[in-house]
Structures are given as structure tokens and as C-alpha cells.
T-cell receptor, first 113, second 117 residues
Framework: NAGVTQTPKFQVLKTGQSMTLQCAQD?????MSWYRQDPGMGLRLIHY???????DQGEVPNGYNVSRSTTEDFPLRLLSAAPSQTSVYFC????????????FGPGTRLTVL | KNQVEQSPQSLIILEGKNCTLQ??????????LRWYKQDTGRGPVSLTI?????NTKSNGRYTATLDADTKQSSLHITASQLSDSASYIC????????????????FGKGTKLSVIP
């Protein structure tokens, strides 16, 4: 099993550009989520999904969109990148609920100029 | 608002020594508490998960303890190795309240451990 995979690993954007961060898992987990990690702060939940076709907002959803068309994939879209979105982004998955063991991807380091 | 406070923020220890990291939380009610290890440039990896009824759980040289009465947890690392250099994150989950729909996780900011030769 590959576990949770994320692409790209690094990305530099200009303000106003859009892009999609990819996330995939091969463990047949229902629950998937996106976090951002900033220096001096804990991981913060952006969006999550409890199954294909179902998504919901987390703590910091503004500026991000998600969709879940399959169990395996959970892409995160930045519609119009802003410097405040410079961060490291982690995708995670778990069996059913997030209070079960969560498996994290390797992260995407995004810089918005 | 639920909070998870970790101390110290950073710690430097000599290889072979033991250390203890602290986690205090205000989350209530409480479902479980977990400790993650995050190597630089990598995603967090689970070390231990404890429910409110468990007092201690071990994973090799890592031992987590939990006092649900005082809302404190600690992670003890025995005979530290250079590979233990990482950030250690405490995460507490609480069950969904009426209408919330999903468990909520509260993350601590982490303790950065450096093990030096």
C-alpha cells in the first residue's frame, strides 16, 4: 500500500493564480481531510469529507474548495492564491472517523509570492 | 474553546538520555488522546492513541501516560536516539455534539526535540 500520497511536493505561485493540490489514499478510508501547518501554530483543519460526495468546512475554509467524487481522491483547490496561503498542506485519511488513527501524507509546501 | 497546550516548546537532550514531554488539554468531553511524531519535512506519524479509560500506552521506547482527572498527558522517551529528533504533537478528540456530525480534533503546537551526540 502506498498509504496517503500528495502532489506536488513543492509549489510556487503568484498572487491570483489558481492550482489544485492532489491527495489520494489506497486504504479505502471514508474520512479524508486537509490541514495547513504554519510556524508556531498547530495543524488547522481546512475541509474534510466523510465519504464520496460529502464534504464540509473546517476551521479555516476561506479561499479553498474541495470535492470528493471517489473514495480514493480528495483534491484541494486554491481559487485565487494569496500570500496568506503560504503554508505546508497535509492531507490525512482515517477509517470512518478522525478520532481513529489518522494517516498523513508527506505534505505540499506552497509559497505564494 | 478547546485548547491543547504542550510544554516545553523545544528541548535539547544528549543521546542516550531520557526525556518527558507534557500535554495539558481543556477538551471535554473527551474521546481519545494521541501523540504524533513529525520528522522535519514529513507528515505526522501516530505513536500512541489512548482512550479516557487508559492510563498508559507504550510503543517501543515511547510511553504515553494519561490522567483524565487532571487533563494531563505526558510522553516519555527512553534512551533517546538521534532519530528521535522531531516535533511531537499532542492531539485530543471530542465526540460530535448534537448537529456537529463529526469528531473534532484539537492539535497542540508541538514540542521540538533535538537529540545531540
Amino acid at each position: 500500500n502506498a498509504g496517503v500520497t500528495q502532489t506536488p511536493k513543492f509549489q510556487v505561485l503568484k498572487t491570483g493564480q489558481s492550482m489544485t493540490l492532489q491527495c489520494a489514499q489506497d486504504m479505502n478510508h471514508e474520512y479524508m481531510s486537509w490541514y495547513r501547518q504554519d510556524p508556531g501554530m498547530g495543524l488547522r483543519l481546512i475541509h474534510y469529507s466523510v465519504g464520496a460526495g460529502i464534504t464540509d468546512q473546517g476551521e479555516v475554509p476561506n479561499g479553498y474548495n474541495v470535492s470528493r467524487s471517489t473514495t480514493e481522491d480528495f483534491p484541494l483547490r486554491l481559487l485565487s492564491a494569496a500570500p496568506s496561503q503560504t503554508s505546508v498542506y497535509f492531507c490525512a485519511s482515517s477509517y470512518r472517523e478522525p478520532h481513529n488513527e489518522q494517516f498523513f501524507g508527506p505534505g505540499t509546501r506552497l509559497t505564494v509570492l | 474553546k478547546n485548547q491543547v497546550e504542550q510544554s516545553p516548546q523545544s528541548l535539547i537532550i544528549l543521546e542516550g538520555k531520557n526525556c518527558t514531554l507534557q500535554c495539558n488539554y481543556t477538551v471535554s468531553p473527551f474521546s481519545n488522546l494521541r501523540w504524533y511524531k513529525q520528522d522535519t519535512g514529513r507528515g505526522p506519524v501516530s505513536l500512541t492513541i489512548m482512550t479516557f479509560s487508559e492510563n498508559t500506552k507504550s510503543n517501543g521506547r515511547y510511553t504515553a501516560t494519561l490522567d483524565a482527572d487532571t487533563k494531563q498527558s505526558s510522553l516519555h522517551i527512553t534512551a533517546s536516539q538521534l532519530s528521535d529528533s522531531a516535533s511531537y504533537i499532542c492531539v485530543v478528540s471530542d465526540p460530535p455534539s448534537a448537529g456537529a456530525g463529526s469528531y473534532q480534533l484539537t492539535f497542540g503546537k508541538g514540542t521540538k526535540l533535538s537529540v545531540i551526540p
